[in-house]
């Protein structure tokens, strides 16, 4: 046998071997997955050349459908930058029904909601302030708030695991404001032995304790210049405040506040997201010196109004920024806002049904026909959800090299450094970007490492068992060896 044709037979022997090379996994991950109790039928492993050029260096049940928690935003977010573009913004547009005379206006306002997931309470001034710039002091009708731009959405926010004040469970809407939720900053005053308590948005209607005692009552010294302080640790503020949000009516709190937290900013879901936006509307309204002589209500812009030009519109950042928070932080409400306006944006209503249809028709366009995704709600905040490590693999190369490559790889935290994982233990720090996912006995992450070689791999691992939360060293442990790969592959 002449020698180029015994070189390309040992060749083909070695990658035919491959797979099963690739099923042994690495000692430190095995041992780590043994310490928490996992055994191995409970997670899915792979690692593969970024551009797909090699076979995997790893590749472990990479083809079973598992629950991947919020990993399922990567479908979400890179389907929305081919499909709207990483410009893409969300505007929301203002109507100013009647006559404006002597800074008062004799009809309606109304504001339309069209799914922007980042109308956050100081956009909402901004949008308040606009109506006052057009001479509006005093409005003698109502504010109308539209939102009919996605499907009435029934949802129980303490259905998925019983935690209602959390702000991840609360649901999309066409006109979402500040998440539905109340931003508490609390701020200690050694000298008034009381920590002071100041909410955004305001909120029309509802009592707010702007007070709380400190803890103890202490004033003690740091023993050094002889400036007050207080002893003890911050600990577990929240159940220290002992606070009581079961009244929408009336925020309070039974307990104290350690000084020794300094300031703590807590946001909370509020107790009544019905009644939400019109709350917050009317509260900061009339915090800016609005007057309203009639109330702020659900509705609909009416239909000749439709079809002219708003008064002004509102826009969002873009779809770019947008998907950095929505990865870095996993922020699911804003995941869930923006898989509804794909269909939106396609048939002029945002519903679950259609969203899922029109991701799960791009996939087989864009990534295969095969091993498509089971989706939910586009943020993975579900137990419904399913994909396979070989599926978001084969999604992570598509992006990786298409155009939307910095746009979507920017938008993942990077491990050591910021976002999700900002805490890792992993050693290879600043080398991985990886949207990461949890849940009550889910683990995952997936994303792109750079290796000590220059190569950069897809990395993906899911973990679904009751002690996977144990598990996350062996993720570690994946992420560190994956970065030393000297030597891992047959030459080019």
């Not at 409970?42 to 970024?50: E, R, T």
């Given at each position: 046998m002449s020698s180029p044709i015994r070189l390309l037979a040992i060749l083909i022997g070695a990658l035919t071997l491959w797979p099963a090379l690739a099923q042994n996994l690495p000692p430190e991950v095995d041992a780590a997955l043994a310490r928490a109790q996992v055994p191995r039928d409970?997670?899915?492993?792979?690692?593969?050349?970024?551009?797909?050029?090699?076979?995997?260096r790893l590749s472990y049940r990479a083809n079973v459908p598992?629950?991947?928690?919020?990993?399922?935003?990567?479908?979400?977010?890179?389907?929305?930058?081919?499909?709207?573009?990483?410009a893409y913004s969300w505007r929301t547009p203002v109507y100013v029904e009647g006559a404006v005379r002597d800074g008062t206006l004799f009809g309606n306002l109304y504001i339309k909601g069209q799914g922007d997931p980042k109308l956050v309470a100081e956009r909402l001034w901004l949008l308040l302030r606009r109506v006052q710039g057009l001479g509006i002091q005093k409005i003698a009708g109502d504010m109308v708030l539209d939102h009919s731009a996605f499907e009435p959405l029934d949802v129980d926010p303490a259905s998925f695991d019983g935690e209602p004040l959390r702000p991840y469970n609360v649901a999309p809407d066409a006109l979402l404001l500040n998440f539905k939720s109340v931003v508490m900053t609390f701020v200690p005053d050694l000298a008034a032995n009381s920590a002071s308590v100041q909410f955004e948005p305001p909120l029309y209607g509802v009592q707010m304790q702007t007070s709380v005692p400190l803890a103890n009552g202490t004033k003690g010294t740091n023993g050094t210049n002889g400036t007050k302080g207080t002893n003890g640790s911050c600990g577990d503020y929240r159940a220290a405040l002992r606070a009581d949000f079961s009244d929408p009516a009336r925020i309070r709190f039974a307990g104290s506040y350690p000084?020794?937290?300094?300031?703590?900013?807590?946001?909370?879901?509020?107790?009544?997201?019905?009644?939400?936006?019109a709350r917050a509307v009317q509260g900061l309204w009339q915090q800016m010196g609005g007057q309203l002589g009639g109330t702020?209500?659900?509705?609909?812009?009416?239909?000749?109004?439709?079809?002219?030009?708003p008064t002004f519109e509102v826009a969002s950042p873009p779809l770019a920024e947008v998907i950095r928070d929505i990865n870095k932080y996993s922020n699911n409400v804003m995941a869930q806002q923006l898989f509804l306006t794909l269909s939106l944006s396609a048939q002029g209503q945002g519903t679950r049904a259609a969203s899922r249809d029109l991701v799960q028709r791009w996939w087989q366009?864009?990534?295969?026909?095969?091993?498509?995704?089971?989706?939910?709600?586009?943020?993975?905040?579900?137990?419904?959800?399913?994909?396979?490590?070989?599926?978001?693999?084969?999604?992570?190369?598509?992006?990786y090299v298409s155009p939307l490559m910095p746009e979507l790889m920017s938008s993942l935290p990077i491990a050591g450094v910021d976002g999700t994982l900002k805490r890792s233990q992993a050693q290879s720090q600043g080398r991985a970007h990886l949207k990461t996912g949890s849940l009550r006995g889910v683990v995952a992450v997936a994303g792109y490492v750079h290796a000590h070689s220059g190569r950069r791999y897809v990395l993906v691992a899911l973990i679904?068992?009751?002690?996977?939360?144990?598990?996350?060293?062996?993720?570690?442990?994946?992420?560190?060896?994956?970065?030393?790969?000297?030597?891992?592959?047959?030459?080019?």
């Open positions: 409970a997670v899915a492993l792979l690692v593969m050349d970024a551009e797909g050029k090699l076979p995997p598992m629950n991947p928690a919020s990993v399922m935003k990567l479908v979400t977010t890179y389907a929305a930058l081919d499909l709207l573009g990483p000084a020794s937290c300094l300031e703590k900013v807590w946001p909370v879901a509020y107790a009544d997201p019905a009644s939400y936006n702020v209500r659900l509705g609909s812009v009416p239909p000749l109004a439709l079809g002219l030009p366009q864009r990534i295969g026909a095969t091993d498509v995704p089971t989706l939910d709600n586009g943020s993975g905040l579900s137990r419904e959800a399913r994909i396979s490590a070989q599926a978001l693999a084969r999604l992570l190369q598509s992006a679904n068992h009751p002690n996977a939360n144990a598990a996350r060293p062996a993720i570690d442990a994946l992420l560190d060896w994956t970065v030393r790969d000297n030597g891992a592959h047959v030459p080019d």
